[in-house]
């Protein structure tokens, strides 16, 4: 590892034992190293849009008289108006525009795929002569219980609040799958940044001794 | 305070310096842990096992710095792996923190094989809004993406020629650490019939096994444990090597099931003080 590497290395080092530091209390490292990292990504946010959105797809074509590409520009001008209480109405276009070019976009296949093909995935072959066909029946059993949970129209007792109550226990099966991918999300970025500081101490043991 | 609710007050400063101490520990003393292979994983890796070479895999690379940990080693095991095997690779980011991600993999592992940019593989960059953007692609790549990430026309890379669309692509594998999945599954699967994979974080998995079970997706890899998974096949296939330092991933998991016995310690203790304290008022 060259000089250069172990300096920015250590930048990255020092950043990532200011944010840790928030773990014990709220201290000026986290401040700063919170407000950087802000910082950081909103400024390269902009300029990528600006060289991968704005440019290309308004600035270039206007530039070559594709004339008719001021109207979305005018459009994406308008939605600047929102800063403003007496002209945030005129955002409104703009808005209605956006929401329902991506309603009818997204509501007709956000149905079929998140709906109707989960409905039929829960179509499935039962029976006993095989360990598949038994988990079979399980999910069938607790898709029911889950949306029996769900019927607020009927009270929740006898036969259908037993039901109720396995759907809520199949429910909390659901969280508690999450909560431990969610765990093992949380220390894996953890173990990740443990090994980089363990490597850098390392090589910075290496460099000066 | 009797002790069990003294074990519930605990303040969690103690709980963040035991897990820091177990993670440290573990990450100075390394050891190695038995894996075991998910066929939602190897089903993955079998179908880049079975593409031939010269066939066309995309990926979308859809999470910036603060997924790394968890991602980037999916995206080194796959790239390694398609490229050892001369398949070529088309990429895109959908992500707005996430160029950056892409080309520190294509770069380095393009020089690792003597890859070409635009001959073996074409990064095609970033572009907001990905739901417009997939279904912009599904009718032709060079509607959103008319240039690549460095500027070059896609008509005029020789990667291109025969690519116009989904239809040209073997299979779509989606990394990401967001919301762009839901879209590679509503739009390019779902619109296109695309055949589609993810890779997603800890967090995401088990959000996204009901479109395994319909099959709208054919492989799920599953945040570090999923990417060590990758790696262990990928080690195993020969294309990457612990010598070289590319099992990323498995490095941590040692870290993991340590902070996870520890874990799952806590919670035992909390819901043991829990039910005492709440025995000793009833009583």
Same mark, same amino acid.
Do not use: S
């Given at each position: 590892m060259g000089t250069t590497e172990l300096i920015w290395n250590g930048v990255a080092a020092f950043l990532v034992l200011s944010i840790y530091s928030f773990l014990y209390k709220d201290n000026p490292f986290y401040k700063f190293a919170e407000h950087l990292v802000v910082g950081v990504s909103a400024g390269y946010f902009a300029m990528i849009l600006y060289y991968n959105a704005f440019l290309p797809k308004l600035i270039h074509p206007l530039s070559s008289g594709q004339y008719w590409y001021v109207i979305p520009g005018i459009l994406g001008l308008l939605m600047w108006a929102r800063f403003s209480r007496k002209w945030q109405w005129l955002s409104r276009p703009t808005l209605g525009f956006v929401i329902g070019s991506g309603a009818g976009v997204a509501i007709p296949l956000y149905l079929q795929n998140y709906v109707l093909r989960q409905l039929s995935a829960s179509m499935l072959p039962v029976g006993f002569s095989s360990w598949p066909q038994i988990t079979n029946i399980l999910i069938i059993i607790m898709v029911f219980c889950a949306l029996a949970y769900f019927y607020f129209s009927k009270e929740h007792t006898g036969v259908f609040g037993g039901a109720a109550k396995f759907g809520i226990w199949t429910l909390m099966v659901g969280f508690g799958a999450g909560f431990g991918m969610t765990v093992m999300g949380r220390v894996a970025l953890l173990a990740e940044r443990v090994v980089f500081l363990r490597d850098y101490f390392h090589q910075l043991w290496n460099a000066v001794f | 305070m009797s002790f069990y609710e003294r074990m519930m007050n605990l303040d969690r400063r103690w709980i963040y310096l035991v897990i820091g101490l177990v993670v440290v520990v573990t990450a100075i003393w390394s050891f190695t842990v038995p894996l075991y292979v998910t066929p939602e994983v190897r089903s993955i890796y079998d179908y880049v096992e079975s593409l031939m070479p010269g066939d066309v895999l995309m990926i979308g690379v859809d999470y910036d710095p603060s997924a790394l940990a968890e991602l980037h080693p999916m995206t080194y095991a796959i790239t390694r792996q398609c490229f050892a095997r001369n398949i070529k690779l088309l990429l895109c980011c959908l992500h707005q923190n996430g160029p950056g991600m892409v080309e520190q993999v294509i770069a380095e592992v393009a020089k690792e094989y003597g890859k070409v940019n635009g001959v073996d593989y074409v990064y095609m960059g970033y572009k907001p809004y990905p739901g417009i953007t997939i279904l912009a692609m599904g009718q032709n $790549? %060079?509607?959103? $993406?008319?240039?690549d990430y460095y500027g070059t026309p896609l008509d005029s890379l020789p990667m291109m020629r025969n690519i116009t669309n989904f239809d040209n692509v073997r299979a779509i594998i989606n990394i990401s650490a967001g919301s762009g999945t839901e879209y590679w599954i509503n739009?390019? +699967?779902? %619109?296109? +019939?695309a055949k589609l994979a993810i890779g997603v974080t800890g967090v995401m998995t088990s959000d996204y096994y009901p479109f395994l079970q319909s099959k709208q997706i054919f492989g799920l890899i599953g945040g570090m444990k999923g990417a060590s998974e990758y790696e262990y096949l990928a080690a195993k296939g020969g294309y990457i090597s612990k010598e070289k330092d590319q099992l990323v991933a498995s490095k941590s998991m040692p870290i993991q099931t340590t902070t996870h016995v520890v874990i799952i310690l806590f919670i035992v203790v909390g819901n043991v003080g829990y039910f005492m304290s709440k025995r000793k008022k009833q009583g």
């Open positions: - | $790549f %060079r509607i959103p $993406f008319p240039e739009y390019a +699967n779902g %619109r296109y +019939n």
